[in-house]
Structures are given as structure tokens and as C-alpha cells.
């Protein structure tokens, strides 16, 4: 088991620390009836139980006897988070906690915060555990903690770690690992079996483009498709990000990072389906075979598309994924990738705007994320800038005029390539630029959470 998934024990070891969860509004009277000693401390540090404050109280040997928690006014699982992230090593047990707030969803946050990369650099303190509380199911939490841990993984990991080739051997273990069938198809063979997009943007790079495709399931069950942006590092092309705007293009692979996980999550959860994710997986490079802007190049879908602009590169490989996807014709499809910094203009680094026709899936997605905690946004795909994407001698191009409403565009170009109903598509930051509870600095898995709520009501729970 990894790190994260052992931060949740199933019993009580002999010595456990209590932690009392608090509300701010609950704290006097709490505190009331304590010790003085108790009292005097709490006020020394100022604590009363404000969102996300830890206050660890001493016993007479010097260890932690017990911790007090804040949680504010508006308690949630996630907090929780907090507490994996910054305790000491040991094992705890929930003593005292709001009876609203769901054991397995703290579970879930604890472990979320345990998570530290430690691919070349040891973890600075030894993970603490959390005794799951009565009722929290802790195999469940695992599962989705440990999905969690493996995305961020991935995208923490640079690009000289995780470029195509690296990328491409995580999904295969995945598949192997979960009973899963894999294709990919690798360079000049995208050609020849019809992704043109994908070869044009990637084949630049002194490794391969290649699409990947795993299937899992009966054949007879619905049918989920997954896909996920899969760029291990984006320059720009020769459409040259700034060096502030390419820093952090290792997580360019951050859809395919969360698309793989939660593929992941579900073949392990046995999710009654026929599963399906799609990765187009290629290094947004420069060399004398580049592609540049004003090329036209054709597409899977048989559209051309007059390349405005090199760093629009997502929606181009995700056009030839999500046409080979819709040929099978899922009941269900996502897709999932870091593709406009215009959605962290409009609405931050927490907040995953998404896109969809179908009211139903709107809805359930929007009920799944204020169940996770796990923030999305509804956005419209705006049919009067459709036409803003026209071309004057392809059928489309990749940008919109001018410079706003960049995640609408992408999401309506994507449309363009999508002939399924059901269909969502999630404009991910895969980033969190400082610590939150949960979310500790780093790669983040936006989005995973809430579309696995979703799917569990929609195939489980139905």
C-alpha cells in the first residue's frame, strides 16, 4: 500500500490521540466545562476554534494528550484535511465531531492531506493516522485517496520523468494492474490509422506521440468513456510561452492524469460499466518539424482546422480522442484537461469551470461537487461564438476572435468533434498554488472527486 492509503486504519491501536473537533460557535460552552489549565492555554494561542486552527494540548511527560480542532462556522469533511497535513506522526481517533459531517468523506480528507511527493525528496515527518470513525466506510476512502495520490503523482513528476513514454507505460500498468485491455498506437502509425491532429502537434518531440486506450468491463453494460489532455509538457510551440507561463507545464498532462485515475478508481470499485479511457499523449515541442500557425491540418472527424495559434494545442489532440470515442458511442463521456488559462481568469485555482448540453448531467455534477466539496462551475457553451471560430479557408479554427471568453471557445471547439448527447467536458487547473485543507501545495486532481460521486449515484445508487 502507498503512504496515503495508510494513514486510515481500520482499529484502534493501544495508544491513540483524541482529537475534539469544535464549531466556533460550540467553544465556550465546551470549554466551560475543562480545566482551567485547558482554559488558559486555549487563550494563550488565541484559539476559539476558528476554521482550520490546531491547538495540541500537552500531558505532564510532554506528549500530545489530546488535539483540539477548529472548524469555524461552516464545518466540512475537507477540513479534515488540514489535520493530515500538519500533525505529527501517530495515531489518532476522532473523540468529538459534528454528527452532520460524513466519517467517510473525513476519511477521505485526512488522507488527501497526509499525501506528500517524495519522488526525490523524503517526506519531512512520518504521515499521522486517522482510527476510522464509526461508519465511515475506510476501503472506500482508500480507494479514493489512493486515485488521488496517483494523479498527483503524475503530474507532480517533471516532464524529463514523465514525458510521453513514461506517461504511456503509467497507463499500461494501470490496465495490466485492473484486468484492463490496452491499444496504443505510436508516431507515424497515428497517421495511418487516422489521428492526424494528434501526430501534427506532438511529432516535434524527440519522443512519439501516440494515442492509449483502455477497456474494461462488460461488453453488455453502459458505456463510460473517459478522456484526458495529455501533453507531458507544453512550450507553446512556436507560439513560445513566456518562461512565467511554461513553469509549470509538467501538469500540462493533468487531465490525462485525473482521466487515468478515475478510470482507475472505477475498474477497482467494480463501477457496473464498460469503460473506456482515451489518451492522447504527446510533448508540445520545437523543432524544424513543428507545426506552425496557418498550417491546416486535417482531422479524425474529417473537419480542417487552420492552426491560429500553437499553445491552443489541447483542443487539437482531444478533437481526434473524442471523435475516435463518440465511434463507440458511449452512454456517458467526459473529458478532462488543463486547457485554458482563461478559466483561472474567470474563476480562480479552486474552481473548475465545466461544460455540458445535458441538463440532467449538469445537475448531477453540480449536486456531486457541493456533496465533495470538490468545486465546479457551470459555464455556458455560448452558441453565438460558435461562428467566432470560422475560418476562411478551413472549416474551423483553433482559437476565437480576440481575447475573451478562451475556456467558452475551447469548449465550444471540442463541441464541434463530439456526436454523443451526454457529454461534459471539465477546464482543469491540475494546480494547487498553496496549501489548502486537503490539497497540500502541488498537483491537484480537480474535479476526480465530484465526477466519481456522479458516476457512483448514477450506476450504483440508481
Not at 137 to 155: K, N, Y
Request: aromatic fraction near 8%; include cysteine; charge should be negative.
Amino acid at each position: 500500500m502507498a503512504m496515503t492509503e495508510l494513514t486510515i486504519l481500520d482499529a484502534a491501536p493501544v495508544t491513540t490521540t483524541p482529537i475534539h473537533a469544535l464549531r466556533a460557535a460550540e467553544w465556550e460552552t465546551w470549554a466551560a466545562s475543562r480545566p482551567e489549565s485547558l482554559r488558559r492555554l486555549a487563550a494563550a494561542y488565541d484559539f476559539r476554534a476558528q476554521a482550520g486552527r490546531i491547538l495540541l494540548l500537552p500531558s505532564t511527560d510532554g506528549a500530545i494528550e489530546r488535539v483540539l480542532f477548529g472548524l469555524g462556522d461552516k464545518p466540512t469533511a475537507m477540513q479534515f484535511g488540514a489535520l493530515g497535513q500538519h500533525l505529527p506522526g501517530g495515531d489518532y481517533v476522532v473523540a468529538w465531531a459534528p454528527r452532520e459531517i460524513d466519517a467517510t468523506a473525513i476519511c477521505t480528507a485526512w488522507a488527501m492531506g497526509a499525501y506528500a511527493f517524495t519522488r526525490y525528496k523524503p517526506a519531512r515527518r512520518a504521515a499521522p493516522r486517522l482510527v476510522a470513525p464509526d461508519g465511515a466506510d475506510a476501503a472506500e476512502a482508500r480507494r479514493i485517496a489512493s486515485a488521488v495520490a496517483f494523479a498527483r503523482d503524475l503530474i507532480n513528476t517533471p516532464a524529463n520523468d514523465m514525458g510521453p513514454a513514461a506517461l504511456h507505460a503509467a497507463a499500461e500498468a494501470v490496465a495490466h494492474d485492473c484486468g484492463a485491455r490496452f491499444e496504443a498506437i505510436v508516431g507515424d502509425d497515428l497517421l495511418a490509422q487516422n489521428f492526424p491532429m494528434i501526430h501534427a502537434v506532438g511529432r516535434a518531440a524527440k519522443e512519439a506521440p501516440r494515442f492509449l486506450r483502455l477497456s474494461w468491463g462488460d461488453e453488455k453494460a453502459p458505456r463510460v468513456t473517459l478522456v484526458g489532455k495529455g501533453v507531458t509538457f507544453d512550450s507553446g510551440g512556436l507560439d513560445i510561452k513566456p518562461d512565467a507561463g511554461m513553469r509549470l507545464m509538467k501538469k500540462d498532462m493533468g487531465g490525462a492524469a485525473v482521466a487515468l485515475a478515475l478510470g482507475r478508481l472505477a475498474m477497482q470499485a467494480s463501477l457496473p460499466v464498460r469503460l473506456e479511457v482515451i489518451l492522447p499523449v504527446v510533448e508540445n515541442a520545437i523543432s524544424g518539424d513543428a507545426f506552425r500557425p496557418g498550417d491546416v491540418v486535417p482531422t479524425r472527424k474529417g473537419l480542417s482546422v487552420e492552426v491560429d495559434n500553437t499553445d491552443a494545442e489541447g483542443r487539437l489532440i482531444l478533437a481526434d480522442a473524442l471523435a475516435r470515442a463518440c465511434e463507440d458511442k458511449p452512454e456517458l463521456m467526459l473529458d478532462f484537461a488543463t486547457l485554458t488559462g482563461a478559466a483561472r481568469v474567470a474563476l480562480g485555482a479552486d474552481v473548475t469551470p465545466f461544460y455540458t448540453d445535458d441538463e440532467a448531467l449538469a445537475a448531477d455534477c453540480t449536486k456531486a461537487s457541493a456533496d465533495t466539496h470538490d468545486a465546479l462551475w457551470r459555464m455556458p457553451l455560448w452558441d453565438a461564438y460558435d461562428p467566432d471560430m470560422d475560418s476562411p479557408i478551413a472549416d474551423l479554427k483553433n482559437t476565437g476572435d480576440g481575447g475573451m471568453a478562451g475556456s467558452i471557445y475551447g469548449g465550444l471547439f471540442l463541441r464541434r468533434f463530439v456526436t454523443v448527447p451526454h457529454w461534459a467536458h471539465f477546464d482543469i487547473y491540475a494546480w494547487a498554488p498553496k496549501d489548502r485543507p486537503a490539497r497540500p501545495a502541488g498537483a491537484d486532481t480537480q474535479a476526480l472527486r465530484a465526477c466519481w460521486a456522479m458516476l457512483r449515484r448514477r450506476y450504483i445508487h440508481s
